[in-house]
């Protein structure tokens, strides 16, 4: 199993299990105000069914950006977990938009941290899951991988994309469709 466990002032943590599609807000945003010696620290985490990704789409945020290079105040999102190969897509600040708003992972998680000193701050985001995802293949690795709802037929038309990514470039994947259903 994995778990993240941390003790922090001003600290609050959200999940959100197997919900397709949602808007997330920082607490008390567009209003929120942090008593000026706390920090808050918050975390939301997003876990999806397996088989699809996340899209992100930052719609509004007003992140002080006090530091250099966003190092005291920031929205950072990541594709995956902090612990489990999390690649971070970005770390932002300020109080408008930047020009890239929309953010995809490969896999089934992402997570968003936000962590602001000063007295105002926060954000609103929608996410959206799409069927399919990018898989990165070790050397002799073999796996196994299923349309949306499979062996029963697909509940509502999806247009899936699955990327195979070999580790190493001179390496082949081979595919092997053991059973394929049509309508």
Not at 116 to 126: D, E, R, Y
């Given at each position: ?10 600290g ?123 898989k ?16 029963h ?21 081979t ?9």
């Amino acid at each position: 199993f994995f778990a993240d466990f941390a003790v922090r002032k001003g600290g609050c943590s959200f999940s959100f299990t197997n919900i397709e599609n949602a808007i997330i807000t920082s607490p008390g945003y567009p209003n929120s105000v942090v008593p000026k010696s706390d920090v808050m620290d918050c975390r939301w985490y997003i876990d999806v069914k397996k088989s699809h990704t996340i899209t992100l789409t930052l719609l509004s945020m007003n992140i002080p950006s006090g530091g250099s290079n966003c190092s005291e105040n920031s929205l950072k999102i990541y594709d995956g977990y902090i612990g489990r190969n999390e690649k971070n897509l970005a770390t932002l600040c300020g109080d408008k938009l930047p020009e890239i708003t929309v953010y995809k992972t490969t896999g089934s998680y992402a997570l968003i941290n936000m962590r602001i000193k000063s007295t105002v701050g926060g954000f609103k985001l929608q996410y959206n899951t799409s069927c399919g995802g990018v898989k990165y293949i070790n050397k002799d690795e073999k796996g196994l991988f299923t349309s949306p709802n499979y062996p029963h037929g697909s509940i509502n038309i999806q247009n899936c994309t699955w990327t195979f990514i070999a580790k190493n470039a001179e390496d082949k994947i081979t595919l092997l469709f053991a059973r394929i259903f049509s309508h």
